[in-house]
């Protein structure tokens, strides 16, 4: 059975999408199967593994089974990316699903995990990108989760947003069970971390706040403010292909090794 990994904030801009496509990628270099699942309106891991998406109809994404009455089944869209994995791509209408998913009586929040035990003995590894918001899809990316990723970039306006999505997936706890999550600090220099030249610095100080804010949930390893991670994907590549011997490739198999292999 499939190790199910969940990126997910209630905030955009916080590197949820970039985070999950580095480091589903960097997992299927090793050799393992792996499916990404896209939930975002935003359809960046789409784009990034498919390309060209303007021949895909709705039913060809994730909206056609995200519904009461599903027209088609997740194996019937799951596409194999040229970057040695699998996606089920989303579509710039996921509004529409949260409209279909709050139709639904009973058993909402179990739609998608419904449609990942039909394939789930296929893959090694399940990667979701859940939208910005706590609706219906982030219920339905966090039940079927093993673990829980929270990026955040390191300001209070992301603090108070990650603190919300904990306070969701905790209020979530009482009827999907508990879930492992942990906060990822992204875009950050390293100057700013204890020991850097910057740590005094206000932002070295707001790590220090986040390191008390969030415990033991905080994960050890960040990602760097890296232009090469951005020039990578403005190229439609990953990190990896991007630039291979690179401190932002480095630190994302850190962050790998710990949170997605330590699972």
Request: proline fraction near 4%; glycine fraction near 6%.
């Amino acid at each position: 059975m499939a190790k199910v990994i969940a990126f997910t904030n209630n905030k955009g801009g916080t590197g949820k999408s970039t985070i999950c496509c580095s480091t589903a990628h960097l997992v299927a270099c090793r050799g393992v199967r792996v499916l990404v699942i896209d939930m975002t309106s935003q359809t960046t891991a789409s784009s990034l593994f498919l390309g060209n998406l303007e021949a895909l109809d709705e039913n060809d994404t994730v909206l056609t089974f995200l519904k009461k009455r599903p027209e088609r089944n997740i194996e019937d869209v799951i596409f194999e990316s040229q970057k040695g994995l699998d996606i089920v791509p989303s579509h710039v209408s996921m509004a529409e699903a949260v409209t279909q998913l709050a139709s639904i009586q009973m058993g909402k929040e179990m739609v998608l995990k419904k449609q990942i035990e039909r394939v789930s003995e296929h893959y090694d590894y399940i990667f979701i990108d859940s939208p910005g918001d706590l609706n219906e899809l982030t219920a339905n990316a966090l039940v079927p989760a093993d673990k829980v990723l929270l990026p955040t970039r390191l300001n209070r306006t992301d603090f108070q947003c990650t603190e919300t999505t904990i306070r969701f997936i905790q209020e979530a706890e009482s009827y999907i069970g508990p879930r492992k999550f942990r906060v990822v600090v992204n875009m950050l220099d390293d100057r700013y971390l204890p020991g850097g030249i910057w740590a005094a610095s206000h932002t070295g100080q707001l790590y220090q706040h986040a390191r008390e804010m969030f415990g033991d949930i905080l994960c050890p390893v960040t990602v760097p403010d890296s232009a090469d991670i951005r020039t990578a994907f403005d190229r439609g590549l990953t990190i990896l292909e991007h630039k291979p011997e690179s401190e932002a490739t480095r630190r994302l198999e850190e962050l790998v090794q710990l949170e997605v292999f330590g699972v």
